[in-house]
């Protein structure tokens, strides 16, 4: 069976620092991956998909990036954290290359940025 | 389209009740629905989802209806329970994109 992996499930930063935030996906190839962004209360946005390799879509202009150096590997990161992006981070999976495939969400990540 | 940056409204609703949770999508192309439901400090899961060629489709006490007309999805969960408060999120996909993209979202409090 498929599993994802998120970690870790809290962290807290100073302001400035750099970020690093991993996620794995495990018994499933090729998977699409995705991170969402959800501040408290709030909706689920979409930061960044990758539907292979070193393939990265970005979704929105931001103090992120996202890479991935593995099939099911999927890194986010920043080199100087904002206050605004403290939040609950959310990694996921679908299916690859398929368009109509639920995603599947790994526990989160809540960031705090002091 | 997105709506991340709002409160999320909230429903009430006695345990035993139905409630019925709605959302509006603004993209004709979507192709594909599904809703989620986040329990707090947790990652979606999965309810049930509904392809663009139908207009019901039915779960374990949930049934979600799609009019394409007007783009708009409901969740319908029959006789509630407490384990059903949490927040409840529509997701489109839009045809020829292999991402989901998220509505706003619900929180759906039930009522003892």
């Known amino acids: 069976s498929q599993t994802i992996h998120q970690w870790p499930a809290t962290l807290v930063q100073p302001v400035g620092s750099p970020l690093s935030l991993e996620c794995t996906v495990e018994?499933?190839?090729?998977?699409?991956l995705y991170w969402y962004r959800q501040a408290a209360g709030r909706g689920l946005q979409l930061l960044f998909y990758?539907?292979?390799?070193?393939?990265i879509s970005s979704e929105v202009p931001q103090n992120l990036s996202a890479s991935r150096p593995q099939d099911r590997q999927f890194i986010l990161s920043s080199k100087k954290l904002l206050l605004s992006d403290s939040g609950f981070y959310l990694c996921?999976?679908?299916?690859?290359?398929?368009?109509?495939?639920?995603?599947?969400f790994g526990q989160g990540t809540r960031l705090t940025v002091v | 389209g997105e709506s991340v940056g709002l409160h999320l409204p909230t429903l009430s609703v006695q345990e035993g009740d139905n409630s019925i949770i709605n959302c509006a999508y603004s993209?004709?192309?979507?192709?594909?629905f599904i809703w989620y439901k986040q329990e707090s400090g947790k990652g979606p899961q999965f309810i049930i989802d509904?392809?663009?060629?139908?207009d019901k489709r039915q779960g374990q006490r949930v049934t979600v209806l799609l009019n394409k007309t007007v783009k708009h999805l409901s969740l319908q969960i029959a006789a509630t329970q407490p384990g059903d408060s949490a927040v409840y999120f529509c997701a489109e996909n839009i045809w020829g994109a292999q991402k989901l993209v998220f509505g706003q979202g619900t929180r759906l409090t039930i009522n003892p």
């Open positions: 509904i392809r663009s060629n139908m």
């Open positions: 018994g499933t190839s090729n998977p699409n």
């Open positions: 996921a999976w679908s299916v690859g290359g398929s368009v109509n495939t639920e995603a599947f």
């Open positions: 990758s539907v292979g390799i070193g393939q």
């Open positions: 993209n004709s192309a979507s192709d594909y």
